[in-house]
């Protein structure tokens, strides 16, 4: 089978989506979301894409103005455009990325020939660059922190439409919404122990932490690779064993608040002490705070042996890895079997996907996923003598 068609627009009138894909020229490259899992609390970076387009006639060269993208007597050949990018297969369209151009970086080969780089950031580009003056008296005193996410946005007068906002599991203190909105948003995301990405659409999207415990994306697995004994995985995965993740000392403070630590000794003596620090948390009381120590702890107190990154060779078999490939997003639960050379029982990992990257040529498509063990995250978590240090994080 083949692989998707790749479909590359620009809107060089606002809201008007123009489709540049017949100057397409390979690679293609989409990075979203986490490179490297190595902290209890993910900050997911800026999303980014790269294409080529070919540019024989000009027409996305900014000094041309006799070209399809002038209007009255300017070329909209300029940074800030928006850019989508979409796949299709199989009747079914993909969203792969949307943001805003970066550059356009013309390139000519002698004389006969020419080829623009088109590199694009999404939506976080435009929050960080956002300053908000501050208000006075601060607002917003005991909201969730969903709604609180959603106070930012308006303040930094991001579209309603681009936007999946879960209602918060933390309530937080007052804000003055100064400073750059994608810093706010980060602090309140880290303050819940939530998630905060661009999803493929260009949207904004806010998980709670009970997202990982309670949605079904998340609690199941949606998507398996290796399982069969027979066939060869068209995929390569990494496994370690390494201290990125193992947190066994955890002080947390709020802003205003007394400092909370939780640790847990057992680790400490086996793999010496790891502390993991914050403390600018936005929670209302030091009960909150002590409770976010807690959580933090229970998932990170010791170490792991996980698959950290799995490399998928879509285009050795599109019929089996097209779907799974192109239909995941942050957040996913996954399931990855990995038969050692030599024989032996299968390495059997759950993980969920933290960052997703596309890279796409002729004949090529090879989808790589960032991942993070979901063993710590089981059905029984809320559950009392679940292994959790303090019960109080049960109702937290």
């Not at 027979?230 to 709020?254: G, H, K, M, S, Y």
């Not at 998932?299 to 060779?313: G, M």
């Amino acid at each position: 089978m083949s692989l998707p068609v790749i479909a590359v627009e620009v809107q060089f009138a606002s809201g008007v989506w123009t489709d540049v894909s017949a100057w397409l020229q390979a690679p293609v490259s989409v990075k979203r979301g986490s490179t490297r899992v190595e902290s209890p609390v993910i900050r997911y970076e800026p999303g980014v894409a790269t294409v080529r387009l070919k540019n024989g006639d000009r027409r996305f060269d900014p000094t041309h103005l006799g070209g399809p993208y002038v209007s009255g007597g300017v070329s909209q050949v300029t940074a800030m455009r928006p850019l989508r990018i979409r796949a299709t297969y199989s009747g079914d369209t993909y969203n792969l990325f949307r943001g805003y151009i970066d550059v356009w970086d013309v390139d000519w080969i002698a004389t006969v020939h020419s080829v623009v780089t088109v590199t694009a950031t999404d939506a976080f580009k435009v929050l960080t660059n956002k300053r908000r003056s501050a208000v006075d008296p601060p607002v917003g005193a005991g909201e969730n922190t969903g709604a609180r996410i959603a106070r930012i946005l308006d303040s930094a007068g991001w579209p309603a439409p681009d936007r999946v906002i879960a209602t918060g599991n933390s309530t937080v203190q007052a804000t003055t919404l100064a400073g750059d909105a994608l810093s706010e948003l980060q602090r309140v995301a880290e303050s819940e122990i939530g998630e905060l990405y661009v999803d493929g659409a260009g949207r904004v999207v806010f998980r709670n932490r009970h997202g990982l415990l309670l949605d079904f994306r998340s609690t199941n697995v949606v998507a398996t690779f290796g399982q069969s004994a027979t066939a060869p995985a068209p995929f390569e995965v990494r496994l370690n064993t390494d201290d990125a993740t193992l947190w066994n000392e955890i002080i947390a403070q709020r802003a205003g608040g007394a400092e909370r630590t939780a640790g847990d000794s057992a680790s400490q003596t086996k793999n010496t002490t790891r502390t993991y620090q914050k403390s600018d948390l936005l929670l209302e009381s030091d009960v909150d705070v002590g409770n976010w120590a807690q959580w933090i702890l229970y998932i990170s107190k010791d170490p792991e042996t996980r698959f950290d990154e799995i490399k998928i060779h879509v285009h050795a078999d599109p019929g089996t890895f097209v779907v799974p490939a192109l239909g995941r997003e942050i957040g996913d639960r996954i399931q990855i079997w990995r038969r050692p050379p030599g024989g032996g029982s299968p390495i059997v990992r759950d993980c969920f996907i933290r960052g997703i990257n596309h890279e796409v040529t002729q004949a090529t498509w090879i989808t790589t996923w960032t991942l993070q063990s979901a063993t710590r995250y089981i059905s029984n978590f809320f559950q009392l003598g679940s292994g959790i240090l303090n019960s109080n994080i049960v109702s937290y």
